[in-house]
Nanobody, 125 residues
Framework: QVQLVESGGGLVQAGTSLTLSCATS????????MAWFRQAPGKEREFVAAINWSSGGTYYADSVKGRSTISRDNAKNTVYLQMNSLKPEATAVYYC??????????????????WGQGTQVTVSS
């Protein structure tokens, strides 16, 4: 069973930093792309950031560019999202997603075939 398990969420003050982790297990294949999406209450799930597993190339939503960094640890099969200068607008459930699709779409949900259960991030002002 392939699992993606997010951790690191919590309640933080605006202006502070937080790092999320997504540990993957139960697979022998290599990811093509891994990503973070988020969903605020009453809103649609939106793309946050993605990383090409092999090359390390990164992709960011305009809303987080310059304040967030996605990275991966190949040996641990883990992807991270470091978020700095957090704003209340970042409050959402953050989901880890993985894709085995070669050349698949990076920015959309259906570009990924594996998903974690999500971790709550709440940014208070």
């Amino acid at each position: 069973q392939v699992q993606l398990v997010e951790s690191g969420g919590g309640l933080v003050q605006a202006g502070t930093s937080l790092t999320l982790s997504c540990a993957t297990s139960g697979h022998t294949f290599r990811w093509y792309t891994m990503a973070w999406f988020r969903q605020a209450p009453g809103k649609e799930r939106e793309f946050v950031a993605a990383i090409n597993w092999s090359s390390g190339g990164t992709y960011y939503a305009d809303s987080v560019k310059g304040r967030s960094t996605i990275s991966r640890d190949n040996a641990k099969n883990t992807v991270y999202l470091q978020m700095n200068s957090l704003k209340p607008e970042a409050t959402a459930v953050y989901y880890c997603a993985g894709s085995t699709y070669y050349g698949g779409r990076v920015y959309v949900e259906n570009g990924y075939n594996y998903w974690g259960q999500g971790t709550q991030v709440t940014v208070s002002s």
